[in-house]
């Protein structure tokens, strides 16, 4: 690139520049892709992007995710420049304690970040769910583009593209005909550890277009009208989401360029200088020109203002022209759905869990326009289908009923993105064993306080003949080790009520609900508000000289093996432990008196109880009983196990 | 399909009404791909698969993985038929309990299966590494291809394309042009909730041509010659992986073909007999006619036993011929490489303990040819990197270094079936955090008593200015709940040597190291040997009114801490929570006297101590030890803490 000959490649000159020195004083940071990139966001946030930082999170506004998260720099220093409430203090604080300019960056902390990102992959998925719940939304309102009518705009480099969950959401983003959702792939050749080319040489248009997507390409990363271009013809797809790949070199203008070596190393002073001298900047460090200040507010500021103005003023015209629907949007933003789960529900017999959440959720369905959701193909197994309803595609915009495919990841990913868009009550489901395959985004959801509900079904060995591989034994531990996210396992019916009652009622993180395959007995003592406690008695008296501490299905194995016992045992339910305040006071009987029992890893479970029935190795396949009665769960086992502690 | 006019269509048919007979003795299985399917394996088994049933370990054998592990039934039924020692009985006892054919097929417990499979993608994935691991032996012996030359097949349906994981292998297989490997992909057009096309629409064909695949297409699968065909072209490939496309319909021959329903529910005795009529078999249950035995035993058991002695001679010449690379070829099949960790290092002050296995590995690369490996692209990070060597490709087949990409899950998945297929001792790398995107794998790896070896670096808060994204706090208790994974966490160069050593004498297992990023002070009570304990004291004496127990980084923390106090206290190491044997042995004060340390969740502590310093929230992005000071570890902090709890 020549000295800058006009505004928009001063404006880009200021912002490469000044990202040298937020990675410089930080000692810490990515300069590689950020450099490179540094024209596309300035395309992007000065052309094209909808949004005021002034009120950072109006609803309408355009979204933009970082998937390329460790470019964080360069997002900061565009934010900045463009008007955003984040000083020169704060990229001079970048990375360090407490700052508004995290090392990744995260929703919540930094005005103008739309998602937590840096877990590659997840930034393109979660981009895929906001594109998504834009569309809802905007097709379930009559006039619906008054309320919402907006793009999604994401950033990635090769390593987002080499992740799974990429291709998944990609697959599914263009199975939904997405088609305002715009992806920019920064090709610049190369990653950590070498050129791209060691490890990754797909013909990345190709696998695009076959997975339905739109694809456009800038030769010369550095000319920023046709950056600019590219995305003004992705904006007006009418069918196909939209890939544009702009070719760019890492690193451009340092003397690394071109070099993977300059990815996560700061540049120091020397090659810092002469990258700037490169641009054509002489300037202190941490200075930007007030001409670059003035092109973004003249443009990105001006069109944010408009359009929130014209927004607001919108919306009060829409409350009066369809107060109803405006009603149901209001309270689609609010997500409190608590309130309506029911106090009972018409159901008699054994049952197992996942049949009570199926009715749970048709109620749901029936007084929440805004609960959408589905599951990674197996809707008929969590009970998660929704009867009556097309599976949600291009011809039915309006459908609640979304199939993710055989992609668990992507879905959660998903969730999470339509969480942070707003107006959409979304949930999932897989099966517990396959919470393995969605961690990284359970613990993304948690991370970025996201309301997320996860249904996992078929929780333990009594899944049967599906054997070990589908046996859920490790994956419990796993998700109470999780801060942030609760997890409930319902006994029966009232605690399957309480237990989303109590999930929809939680705000700042997600939720999973662990839910039997197997029938469960319905039991006496059991009730929806226990479950808010996270633990209480089920059975048993003061004479108790045992407490078994169980969840789930386990409860009523443990009342059974309590009444074949001579000795007095006292049962408590365990629905959810994070929700413990404090278990020596719910717990009368000491903790070398307790016996935690669940089917299966004990792991985690000694601070709540001395001695653990439990099941430490993989599962087998069998008929449920079989298996059950193999690993010790019958109540006559349980009685034995008792004894013998005792 | 008419009813059978030759040999091969009537094996097919007597297949077929096997596996009807097989699902619906043990009501329960999937009948539907594995219908439509039989003529694949039929025509792979009979015209092409090189293995021999009285051997079904021979190593020169070729691979078959059936990535969609809920078509067990048709693997089984095909395994009987072509003469392994799987009877009719043990047909007869399909998903039963200690049976010899499990729902999903185990490797281990059945003769002729080579992978466990069930979990989606994951079976295409082993079947990479299969196919990696071939080629590396193959190449890396003169004569190799007297050691090593086979075929790798691998089955899939639709739900193995669309997880992630699959595109993350085949996007690696393409790059690494592992032309042996054989996609055979059942296009049924149906998954478990609908028609595939209400989730996946894809161009398969161009995603694969996308990623550096030969595609084959057949479009009827009932046309065996056709199908076997394909197999046959796809085998001579000299330069890519070949895909071929098999068009069927679910459910063939059954009053349910074409719809989804059949997926995963038995047909019962009625509609199972209509089936039988319509393949044109009208004989008892498991009726199996004598001339599909001899149709088998003729082709495919013939050619088995031939291969097998003429490879085994073949093996007696090679001995003769190049007696050194023999012994080699011999040791790596034997994978013992714990005794050729060193006995000490010369490293001397603090150093992490990614740099101390770093040191290790470079020592293993020069006594052990076939030890190979590499990263998810964090090879400078990890340590990982194998000093002068090229990363392995099509050109350079002879290298150590893989360069496996930013493809976490697909790493840790190829890793265990170079494992599964032996002959190289294979080891993958990421940062701890990331251990979530390879979860599955590393289950699997357990499930299949498989001794992968993982290195986690970058094992905390102390991680810095990344932030939380990037700091590990839930990752410990996922990995120690996982039954069977050894989970090594070192606290300096002793410790980092001992658990190398330990590691590679497991062979019955995984195994994980939780290395730090920054440096850590040599200790002096430290050993190698303690590694093997799980737990043993590093500091204190018999007055120690407090024993704290540590783990990595946090045990020179503790000694510090200890150090400060008026209050004798212990500090123990425990470098391995799975190897300890009884900690009340190992550990004199009792359980209300110990606190556990260590910077992560808390979760799971509570089997081995009352108190607990950890972190159960995320962390933070900051400045190394500003982080490590906010969440109070530092040793004033903790022996504040340490003093509260006295």
Sequence with gaps: MKPATNTAERSVANIRALLIDVINKAKSGHPGMALDAAPILYALYH?????????????????????????????????????????????????????????????????????????????????????????????????????????????????????????????????????????????NLATLDGPTSDSFDENVKLRFLACNWNVLEVEDGNDIKAVSKAIGKAKGSKDYPTLIIVHTKIGYGTVKEGDHSCHGAPLGKEDGDKAKSFYGIDAPEFTVEPEVYSDFSASFGKRGVEAYEAYEAGLKEYEQAHPEAYATFQ?????????????????EGAKSTRVV???ILKILHQSIPYLAGGSADVAGSTMTNIPGEHPYDEYHRTSRDLHFGIREFAMAAAVNGMNLHGGILPYCAAFLVFADYLKPALRMASLEKNPSLFIFTHDSIAVGEDGPTHQPIDQLPMLRSIPGLRVYRPADVKETLGAYKSALAYHSGPSALILSRQNLPQLEATSIEGVEQGIYQVYGDKKAKLAILATGSEVSLAIEAAKLMKTPVAVYSLPCLELIQDIDKAVTLPYEKRVSLEMGSTFGWGDYAKYHIGIDTFGASGKDKD???HFGFTPEAVARRLEAIL
């Excluded at 355009?62 to 934010?79: E, M, N, P, Q």
């Excluded at 009518?149 to 697959?171: K, P, R």
């Design 47 to 187: 052309d094209h992007l909808v949004a005021d930082p002034g009120h950072p999170d109006y609803f309408n506004r355009d979204r933009f995710i970082l998937s390329a998260g460790h470019t964080s720099a360069l997002l900061y220093s565009v934010l900045h420049t463009a008007g955003y409430a984040l000083s020169m203090d704060d990229l001079k604080s970048f990375r360090q304690l407490g700052s508004k300019t995290p090392g990744h960056p995260e929703v919540g902390v930094t005005p103008g970040v739309d998602a937590t990102s840096g877990p590659l992959g997840q930034g393109i998925a979660q981009a895929v769910g906001v594109a998504l719940a834009e569309n809802m939304v905007r097709s379930s309102y009559p006039e619906g583009e008054k309320l919402c009518n907006h793009h999604t705009y994401c950033l990635c480099g090769d390593g987002c593209l080499m992740e799974g969950v990429a291709q998944e959401a990609i697959s599914l983003a263009g199975r939904l005909r997405l088609n305002k959702l715009v992806l920019i792939y920064d090709a």
């Design 331 to 347: 309270a689609s933003l609010k997500k409190d759905a608590a309130g309506l789960v029911p106090e009972s529900l018409p159901l």
């Design 357 to 359: 959440s199926g009715e």
């Design 627 to 629: 298996v059950m009665a």
